[in-house]
T-cell receptor, first 113, second 117 residues
Framework: GDSVTQMEGPVTLSEEAFLTINCTYT??????LFWYVQYPGEGLQLLLK?????DKGSNKGFEATYRKETTSFHLEKGSVQVSDSAVYFC????????????FGQGTELSVKP | GAVVSQHPSRVICKSGTSVKIECRSL??????MFWYRQFPKQSLMLMAT?????????EQGVEKDKFLINHASLTLSTLTVTSAHPEDSSFYIC?????????????FGSGTRLTVV
């Protein structure tokens, strides 16, 4: 079945450092790909998404490119802030299979001042 | 933007009792609702998918008699944890979609922290 694999955390960075969180997926169809962020004790917020190959999703300085050839959707940010500390989830949705979201295991990011 | 309201945010119940969690779409009609369970420091595990007016589809390994899902209207879905036990303690999150195509995003509730004592 479809699956998502993320790099393990926690990831600890200093403020203004460059961030990369790796995400790869396995899917039989042509899924849409998402990054969600979860702050402590809260639900999930959509960070960005891409619906087809070579699309780049971007929001709040974060970006990720849908790479079909490497089945990847890595999250990047050029300069992280303390307020970016959260858990980040990569996910896919295959609308031909009911549209359910399948999540990676999550990567905890901690940014120190 | 689309908003999903989930209540309660926290609940503590005694072992053997039942707990109901509500999920409401406030400004759109939720064609499909998804219910997830999240253990500490872990990912979201999909429990079931429900479409308005029809029975929920449960994921493998999820007890349908224990986790009752009702999606009676286009704006309300409920998850009832029946005869709760300490191992049911978890963070439950709902998600709603207004349609089935690419244009319809997923909106998440803020989650319910269930503690069974």
């Amino acid at each position: 079945g479809d699956s998502v694999t993320q790099m393990e955390g926690p990831v600890t960075l200093s403020e203004e450092a460059f961030l990369t969180i790796n995400c790869t997926y396995t899917a039989t169809g042509y899924p849409s790909l998402f990054w969600y962020v979860q702050y402590p004790g809260e639900g999930l917020q959509l960070l960005l998404k891409a619906t087809k190959a070579d699309d780049k999703g971007s929001n709040k300085g974060f970006e990720a490119t849908y790479r079909k050839e490497t089945t990847s959707f890595h999250l990047e940010k050029g300069s992280v802030q303390v307020s970016d500390s959260a858990v980040y989830f990569c996910a896919l949705a295959d609308y031909n299979q009911g549209g359910k979201l399948i999540f990676g295991q999550g990567t905890e990011l901690s940014v120190k001042p | 933007g689309a908003v999903v309201s989930q209540h309660p945010s926290r609940v503590i119940c005694k072992s053997g009792t039942s707990v109901k969690i509500e999920c409401r779409s406030l400004d759109f009609q939720a064609t499909t609702m998804f219910w997830y369970r999240q253990f500490p420091k872990q990912s979201l595990m999909l429990m079931a998918t429900s479409n308005e007016g029809s029975k929920a589809t449960y994921e493998q390994g999820v007890e349908k008699d224990k986790f009752l899902i009702n999606h009676a209207s286009l704006t309300l879905s409920t998850l009832t944890v029946t005869s709760a036990h300490p191992e049911d303690s978890s963070f439950y999150i709902c998600s709603a979609r207004g349609g089935r195509g690419l244009d319809y995003g997923y909106t998440f509730g803020s989650g319910t922290r269930l503690t069974v004592v």
